[in-house]
């Protein structure tokens, strides 16, 4: 398997929490097979699907966000890229044998018909692949956790919808009510495995708090896009990657042991037929 770690890293160095929960995710993704063609719902910039499919790896992607559509655009990962919203899939039906979708689904509020939407478009016998935070993740943050343990709940309540503010999470749904969407959208749920151990998420929050993006911080400052010209930038993704890559290969190697759950959720949906 390749190194996510690392991988994630190089394409996150200004946001190294988040190459962590990436670098897993992608661990949690890569133990799937992907038939083609393939439709990447909410593709982004293309960087999760370009370290995991690599060049030309899938064929369609889409996304609402013009300036993502861009981006991927000019990933060189797909064969198409369409700005569209996933409510209104701009594909005929059954035209994929696989809908992958990372981290897209917890960002809108009315999920089902979006999920109904990659049933339509998949194949019979093809597969709906999601990642999304699961039920566990507001009881797994760290400063929730801190909170509670000193008998503040209301507090770690507080500090997880300033969470799903920040994030934008709409819901976290279980595995069964995620089957039940699937089965609105003509699916069947496969798989549900959890990813992100506590361990994990509990160093995932705490990082955010040191170098979190979008914060007033020096970190905020120094990896500011308007000092990308600067050269200390270059040589701060050198100090990223290579700092990280070693101090955190621990938790990236964790998995969610039997029985128990994690933050992030992957789910593998087939369609009926
Ligand atoms: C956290 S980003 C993930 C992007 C990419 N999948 C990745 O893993 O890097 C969430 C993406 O969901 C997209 N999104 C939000 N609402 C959507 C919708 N209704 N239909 C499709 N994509 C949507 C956003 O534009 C954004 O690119």
């Known amino acids: 398997m390749q190194d996510y770690l690392t991988l994630s890293l190089q394409a996150y160095w200004f946001a190294p929490p988040v190459a962590l929960w990436r670098a ?63 409510h209104r899939l701009p594909y005929r039906d059954g035209a994929f044998s696989t809908v992958f979708s990372n ?21 019979p016998g093809g597969r709906f692949i999601f990642t999304v935070p699961s039920d566990a993740f507001r009881g797994l943050l ?17 500090y997880a ?25 003509g699916m069947t749920l496969e798989k549900a495995r959890y990813y992100i151990p506590e361990a994990v998420e509990h160093l995932w929050d705490r990082m955010n708090d040191r170098f979190g993006i979008g914060r007033r911080s020096l970190w905020g400052i120094l990896v500011s896009p308007r000092l990308r010209a600067f050269p200390h930038q270059p040589l701060l993704a050198r100090w990223v990657v290579r700092h990280f890559s ?23 949906g087939r369609k009926e037929g």
């Not at 981290?103 to 194949?123: D, K, W, Y």
């Not at 760290?142 to 507090?155: N, V």
């Not at 759950?261 to 992957?266: D, S, V």
């Open 24 to 86: 897993v995710e992608l661990r949690a993704a890569a133990q799937e097979t992907y038939s083609r063609p393939l439709l990447d719902l909410g593709c982004g910039d293309g960087l999760i699907a370009g370290i995991l499919f690599g060049p030309d790896g899938a064929d369609a992607g889409m996304d609402p966000w013009e300036e993502q559509v861009r981006k991927a655009a000019r990933s060189g990962v797909y064969r198409w890229v369409q700005r569209a919203d996933g």
């Open 103 to 123: 981290s897209v689904l917890e960002h809108i509020p009315n999920v089902a018909p979006v999920v109904a939407e990659a049933g339509r478009v998949l194949r």
């Open 142 to 158: 760290y400063f929730s956790h801190l909170r509670r343990t000193a008998g503040d709940e209301r507090g770690a309540q507080t």
């Open 161 to 185: 919808a300033e969470v799903d503010a920040r994030l934008a999470h709409y819901h976290y749904h279980t595995p069964s009510e995620w089957a039940d969407l699937l089965a609105r959208g």
């Open 246 to 268: 070693r101090a955190w290969r621990p938790w990236y190697e964790m998995d969610v042991l039997d029985g128990q759950k994690g933050g992030g959720l992957l789910i593998v």
